[in-house]
């Protein structure tokens, strides 16, 4: 598995770095989101309630999103999104939950300011072969207006984590799905080694991306925002 260190990613609206721990505090000091939220609030309607939601996979805690959601939205768009950035592989199940895995199961059609009040930590499972599991904290709330029509704003979200070639330490870009599914080995490899690799069983070392889900199920990215 790679390396821990402190896990660090970007703001989306300034692109300042910015560690995991202090994303809350970046976010409400940036003068590129102050900007944004002024300008949404000159738009016409009616302000409602937007939730800080702070996303991370359950075990791989380098993963994580931090989103703003419209209260008016439903956890449909959330798993939509969430779908879209990290999971998507062969179009499996899916849940909501509160508290834990086997928790009571929260209805996709819910509405946001439903479901989440602060300290509200909702789980979501996709797919119950190979599961990917996330976490969903609402960490704060505000009222205003959401820049675009989109129910989903992301705030911020990690860097890439950083992983060292199997054989020579170098920065790695790819993975092994052999040395993964037959030794157990998280294989990753720097581009030039992923051609001399000598594993051939499962193709081509697949391109490392941003998602917790990579190398589960046949998952192979993009993990790119939606929008
Ligand atoms: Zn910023
Ligand atoms: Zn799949
Ligand atoms: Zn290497
Ligand atoms: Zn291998």
């Known amino acids: 598995m790679p390396r821990r260190k402190p896990s660090r990613g970007k703001c989306a609206y300034c692109g300042k770095e910015i560690a995991k721990s202090a994303v809350s505090k970046h976010l409400s000091a940036c003068p590129d989101r102050r900007a944004t939220i002024e300008k949404a609030e000159e738009k016409k309607g009616a302000s409602e309630m937007l939730f800080h939601l702070r996303v991370q996979d359950a075990w791989r805690g380098e993963f994580w999103l931090d989103l703003e ?3 008016s939205a439903t956890l449909k768009a959330l798993d939509d999104y969430l779908r879209a950035i990290w999971l998507e592989c062969c179009d499996h199940l899916s849940q909501f939950s509160i508290g834990a895995w086997r928790g009571a199961e929260i209805s996709k059609k819910r509405r946001v300011d439903e479901v989440f009040k602060e300290g509200i930590e909702l789980t979501h ?3 119950f072969g190979t599961s990917s599991e996330t976490l969903i904290k609402a960490v704060g709330m505000r009222k205003g207006k959401l820049a675009g029509a989109r129910p989903i704003a992301l705030m911020a979200r990690n860097l890439m984590p950083e992983a060292q070639c199997i054989e020579c330490d170098q920065p790695a870009a ?3 799905m052999e040395c993964l ?5 998280w294989g990753v490899l720097r581009s030039k080694h992923a051609k001399t690799h000598p594993h051939s069983d499962y193709g081509d070392p697949i391109p490392l991306v941003n998602s917790p889900r990579l190398g ?3 998952y192979e990215g993009p993990a790119e925002p939606p929008y």
């Open 69 to 71: 959601m419209r209260g």
């Open 125 to 127: 499972i996709y797919d």
């Open 174 to 176: 790819r993975l092994c």
């Open 181 to 185: 599914i037959e030794e157990e080995v």
């Open 216 to 218: 589960m199920c046949g």
